[in-house]
Antibody
Framework: EVQLVESGGGLVQPGGSLRLSCAASGFPFSKFWMSWVRQAPGKGLEWVANIKPDGSEKYYVDSVKGRFTISRDNAKNSVHLQMNSLRAEDTAIYYC?????????????WGQGTLVTVST | DIQMTQSPSTLSASVGDRVTITCRASQSISSWLAWYQQKPGKAPNLLIYMASYLESGVPSRFSGSGSGTEFTLTISSLQPDDFATYYCLQYNSFRIFTFGPGTKVDVK
């Protein structure tokens, strides 16, 4: 069974940093792209970042470029999102997601999400 | 980057109604489109991928069609469990993704 479990969310002040983690199991993690998606309170889904299986390519939504960094550790089946210079508008539930079992079917596998609140 | 629009933003319907939601891409995405259902407090659930393929376990009353820039999600006979928000997702390359703004289906 595919499992994605996010952690690391919490309350942080504007300008602060937070590192999210996603532990993956139940599929060959090192062979698949991984994604982070967020959802601000009462708002729609927003794709945040993608990382290639070997970590050599990373892509970001414009609003987080230069502030967020996606990374992965294939030995530990985990993907991370380092978030710096956080703003109030980054407040959201952050989900990690995977295209397993194939790259043709969008993102069928999602974690339960972790809440990030940026506030004084 | 590819922009996605969805219409309508809200749809009021009754159980048994046929419901259609439209998603448009700002440029051709071939068939690289997925549809999701999301209920409050839950992660999104994949319904349709590659524009028209039904995800395993999803009821057959859900169907998808379209290619290029215009896509539709149809619920043939709305059931009580279907009141939710629906999103389209373009994944034309596994580089930049874009979600549509969402369509909330509520009770008429």
């Amino acid at each position: 069974e595919v499992q994605l479990v996010e952690s690391g969310g919490g309350l942080v002040q504007p300008g602060g940093s937070l590192r999210l983690s996603c532990a993956a199991s139940g599929f060959p993690f090192s062979k698949f792209w991984m994604s982070w998606v967020r959802q601000a309170p009462g708002k729609g889904l927003e794709w945040v970042a993608n990382i290639k299986p070997d970590g050599s390519e990373k892509y970001y939504v414009d609003s987080v470029k230069g502030r967020f960094t996606i990374s992965r550790d294939n030995a530990k089946n985990s993907v991370h999102l380092q978030m710096n210079s956080l703003r109030a508008e980054d407040t959201a539930i952050y989900y990690c997601a995977s295209p397993y079992p194939s790259g043709n079917n969008g993102l069928p596998a999602w974690g339960q999400g972790t809440l990030v609140t940026v506030s004084t | 980057d590819i922009q996605m629009t969805q219409s309508p933003s809200t749809l009021s319907a009754s159980v048994g109604d046929r419901v259609t939601i439209t998603c448009r891409a700002s440029q051709s995405i071939s068939s690289w489109l997925a549809w999701y259902q999301q209920k409050p407090g839950k992660a999104p659930n994949l319904l349709i991928y590659m524009a028209s393929y039904l995800e395993s376990g999803v009821p057959s009353r859900f169907s998808g069609s379209g290619s290029g820039t215009e896509f539709t999600l149809t619920i043939s006979s709305l059931q009580p469990d279907d009141f939710a928000t629906y999103y389209c997702l373009q994944y034309n390359s596994f580089r930049i993704f874009t979600f549509g703004p969402g369509t909330k289906v509520d009770v008429k």
